[in-house]
């Protein structure tokens, strides 16, 4: 059975169609990339996918026991409760020291667990909230947008980051992206989002359909930068032609 099936999928606010019409599966150790333009469903349809948001329409079954890393695009913090990333791991139950220590060496901020949360950059602050995500033993990793305000090298370095904790882990990675020059370099499966999927694949397949270059372009800024290693997967690919109504953002 698949981590995570969703059919007919729909998310309304108000008036205003989000999503609809999303079918996927999420499969046991795979990595899935969710890239499209602002405005997409990108966020909102992580959200429904990690049980956070309930659908307007359609379901969303998890595998029995399913448990699920979450790592937000960013967290609200109040400024009147400084709080230190060892006490924000705890939080909402007390996690064991060893296990603490090992979560923030694995993801190299072993040096920052007295620090104040307020006191992080944000790259800092992401592999905080990985480490978070880490010491739940997830069965997938749900990530939004984690690299968002780092350079090109940082983004690297944390994608090959969560690449070893893929193998590691066992698990599945689910990832959403806005940075469409960047794609994880053992992505099994992009996703090409505009209110409903218009194209998935690999990402070389993405990068040349036709529902991808209509929405991004086919120049420099639009194109797919591959940091793939050797792969002797075997995919099916699947691109829907059903882009006729979209209009890029």
């Known amino acids: 059975m698949s981590l995570i099936d969703a059919r007919g999928l729909e998310k309304r606010f108000g008036a205003d169609v989000v999503l609809h019409g999303v079918n996927l599966s999420i499969e046991r150790g795979e990595i899935v990339t969710i890239v499209g333009p602002n405005g997409s ?3 909102t349809l992580l959200r429904m996918l990690a049980g956070a948001l309930q659908p307007s329409a359609g379901s969303v079954q998890h595998a029995k026991g399913l448990v699920i890393g979450y790592v937000p695009q960013k967290l609200a ?4 409760l400084p709080m230190t990333v060892r006490r924000f791991l705890d939080v909402p139950k007390r996690q064991p020291e060893a296990e603490v220590a090992q979560a923030l060496r694995r993801v ?18 992401q592999r905080v909230l990985l480490a978070r995500a880490l010491l739940q033993k997830p069965d997938i990793l749900m990530l939004d947008e984690p690299t968002q305000g780092l350079d090109q090298t940082g983004q690297a370095d944390f994608y090959r980051l969560i690449e070893e904790l893929r193998v590691e882990l066992d698990c599945s990675v689910l990832m959403v ?33 036709p529902e991808y270059r209509a929405l991004f372009g086919s120049g420099t800024h639009g194109a797919l930068a591959l ?17 006729a109504h979209e209009k890029a953002e």
């Open 41 to 43: 469903g990108k966020s």
């Open 77 to 80: 913090l109040d400024a009147s």
């Open 108 to 125: 190299s901020v072993e040096h920052l667990a007295q620090r104040s949360l307020d006191g992080l950059s944000g790259g800092q602050m």
């Open 177 to 209: 992206s806005h940075e469409l020059h960047v794609v994880m370099s053992a992505s099994d499966r992009v996703i090409c989002l505009n209110g409903h999927i218009c194209c998935e694949g690999t990402p070389e397949i993405v990068q040349s359909a």
């Open 227 to 243: 940091y793939r290693h050797e792969h002797d997967h075997v995919h099916d690919e699947n691109c829907a032609h059903d882009h």
